[in-house]
């Protein structure tokens, strides 16, 4: 089992930044936003303080370049719109609202049945998965699951604890912006095997059992708020187990198990639901995804 480390992409970062200043570019970020990088952040990987939100974002950009780089995106402006609404909806009434780079949603062109949370608020799901939700309320309870792994900061915790202690150690024996060719190439490899701990997670892996429950638990609560039916978690979750049809995608990383159904079935909130708004909802999940 790897260990798992919750707070370690500061110094990463921090260390990026001097890679920078020395010349050595980062692909995905300019020279300001490795300026940006240095000045936030040198202070706080001595302290060792948890990651910040803006560091955050950064890990999960580059997480969220690479999965564009595996699976294409899906360029329809509408049915991108749709999924921003809803989800939109969803993060607005989770713990946090408003992240450094703020949520976004897209969809990935792919016939596999799944759905990623990058660090800092980049959410994806793919064309399979809007054809396995057969209403907004389902496609909400997939975004609230996923906004809930932003909210718990799931893929940052990801980076594994050898990495970030061979981070430490070249910090500590190297004076800030003073490494030589062999320290600098180690510290972009430390970044981009980083960056491979969270993708691998996400879409290989997946998180361990109890990160998805919280997850599942944490999403009832948001579609409850935003007025959406929490049933709609333990409907997917229900069907997608009893069809058990997939091998890989969302049943490899998202186990739909009986254990799982029964904890959403059992952390069910109270929720008063206007059939009226769910009537509504249903014509514009019909009119934007099953054209
Ligand atoms: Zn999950």
Redesign the pocket.
């Known amino acids: 089992m790897i260990r798992r480390l919750l707070f370690s992409s500061a110094a990463i970062l921090c260390l990026l930044a001097g890679c920078a200043d020395l010349g050595v570019r980062i692909p995905g970020m300019t020279p300001e936003q490795s300026d940006m990088i240095t000045k936030s952040v040198s202070a706080a990987a001595k302290a060792a303080r948890p990651v910040s939100e803006s560091e955050e974002y950064y890990v999960g950009r580059a997480v969220a370049a690479r999965l564009i780089g595996t699976y294409p995106l899906l360029k329809s402006r509408e049915l991108t719109d749709y999924v921003n609404a809803v989800g939109q909806t969803v993060a607005l009434y989770s713990d946090m609202p408003n992240t450094y780079g703020g949520y976004h949603f897209a969809i990935l062109d792919s016939d596999e049945v799944n759905?990623f949370?990058c660090p800092g608020g980049i959410i994806f799901i793919t064309r399979g998965m809007l054809n396995a939700v057969q209403n907004e309320d389902e496609l909400a309870a997939v975004l609230a699951?996923?906004v809930a792994?932003v909210n718990h900061r799931?893929g940052i915790s990801a980076i594994t604890k050898a990495r970030w202690t061979e981070a430490v150690t070249i910090i500590g024996t190297e004076a800030a912006k003073a490494y030589g060719p062999r320290e600098l190439a180690q510290l972009v490899s430390i970044f981009e095997g980083s960056i491979d701990d969270v993708f691998k997670t996400l879409v290989v892996n997946?998180?361990g059992r109890s990160?998805?429950h919280a997850?599942d638990r944490t999403a009832l609560d948001f579609l409850a708020r935003a007025g959406y039916d929490p049933r709609a978690l333990h409907n997917f979750v229900n069907r997608i187990m009893e069809e058990g049809k997939e091998t890989g995608g969302l049943l490899k990383?998202?186990p739909a198990t009986s254990a799982r159904v029964e904890q959403i079935r059992e952390a069910l909130p109270e929720a008063a639901i206007d059939p009226t708004l769910v009537q509504r909802r249903s014509k514009r999940f019909s009119a934007a995804v099953r054209r």
Do not use: L, N, P
Request: proline share 0%; net charge negative.
């Open positions: 759905a949370a699951h996923e792994h799931d997946g998180y990160q998805e997850a990383t998202h």
